[in-house]
């Protein structure tokens, strides 16, 4: 039996946030109608409320774009759901956790309007993406000491280990975010987490020698040469002149890594947990509480992109003293 629209709110408001996180080229009906294998009419009908949904046609959209019913009755209780890839103990779910970041970010890219906010204690996972050697190494690291990846496990660091097709992923994952118009919040101890990592190693016998160690020491150094410039530019893709990119520096310790999201009129959270996994929501609430705390770490940062010249100066040496100092304890082993 047909409904009428004002007896179905909630199927209202869950159609206005599925077309919320569509692509703005991608029709509503359209997609309603592959996805549940019905006729365009019988779409339109859903959409207008003049259908309801069923309880298998929901979970069908919400699997399809990772929407939780928890979107639709956020102001109805104080529990928020996340959504999360599965990782441990499986290359194949590693793949797929990169293959998720990658189509998050081509999702984001398909909206004029879009902003992405970077609250970073260790190195943007983006920026472990910044060349091949060092995408190589975290990508080991993760999965040999963080993941358990039985491949991984009793096996020394070599160039070439990783698979090519995972590398090249990792950094499809890079240039897409190149793409994201975003505000980064660093701290000078941000840097820490990838030399420590490298340090470890070394002393561990993971890598096989202090020159595979010293190798990816300099694909950091020239990520934080290029971070400068992006910085200095205002923009993370050098040869572009339009400002895209704001980096702060925080003297107050950040405790966590936060991505938030604003694209088009859909705003996500990503929590990290477990290294450098994330929980996602788009929880309305959850959202807008992330990014009040956001804007508050801003207020008590100092600019260190565009005019700051002084800041940024000083930013900078701060991080090349800390990457000196770790080259110097390499080449002392």
Known sequence: MKKHKKDLPIQAVFMQKLKEILPPHVGLAEEISDVLGIGIDSAYRRIRCETELTLDEVFKLTKRYALSTDAIFSNMSDTVTFTYTKLTDDADNFEKYLSRIYHHLKNINTFKEKKLFYVAEEIPIFYSFF????????LF?????????????????????????????????????KRVPSLEIWTEETIFTATRQIDFYLQSGVFTSKSQALEVMEDVKAMVDHLEQCAERGNKKI??????????CSDVVLGTNCIYVKSGDANYAYISFNTFNSLTTNNSEFCDETEHWIKNLVKKSTLISGVAEKQRYQFFSKLRRNLDESIKRINSY
Do not use: H, M
């Open 141 to 177: 690291y993760w999965q040999r000491s963080v993941l358990n990846v039985p491949f991984y496990q009793g096996k020394k660091f070599e160039f070439g280990l990783v698979p090519e097709k995972i590398v090249k992923l990792a950094s499809e994952c890079y240039e897409e975010y």
């Open 239 to 248: 040869s572009d002149t339009e400002e895209n990119f704001q980096l702060y």
């Open 131 to 138: 060349g091949k050697k060092l995408i190589e190494f975290k």
